[in-house]
């Protein structure tokens, strides 16, 4: 078999509201919580756990999207005013980012309501 990637905790002060928030974003929904996590599952079939902690670093997360996807999750960031940047550092405001390793790749970064850094991009051309 394979190695697969199945699962990630991500600290959040409120798992649950942490959740819906990157499920809205991405346009998925949060799964009812089971025990003390409370999921987000991807295409897949790779979940984000989140899970109450009251102390923790932010961490980045980086989600491949389609280019249709991409320009609806944008939208969602800009119509409810989360500030996104076009570098990792978040000193390009309102920006997106062309990557010069990747042809027609276009990405940006968010903050969530607990500080991780997620980072939505869209795959481009291979080989460029």
Request: some cysteine; glycine content about 8%.
């Amino acid at each position: 078999m394979a190695v697969e990637l199945n699962h990630t905790i991500v600290p959040a002060r409120d798992p649950q509201a942490s959740a819906q928030f990157l499920a809205e974003i991405l346009g998925l929904s949060a799964d009812p919580p089971v025990a003390h996590f409370t999921p987000v599952r991807l295409a897949n079939q790779v979940s984000l756990d989140y899970d109450r902690l009251d102390d923790f670093e932010a961490h980045h997360y980086a989600f491949t999207v389609g280019e249709q996807e991409f320009d609806a999750a944008l939208a969602r960031i800009r119509r409810a005013g989360i500030t996104h940047y076009g570098d990792p550092a978040c000193q390009e405001s309102g920006q997106i980012y062309h990557s010069k390793r990747t042809e027609n790749r276009r990405g940006t970064y968010f903050r969530d309501p607990d500080g991780h850094l997620m980072e939505i991009l869209t795959p481009g051309d291979a080989g460029a």
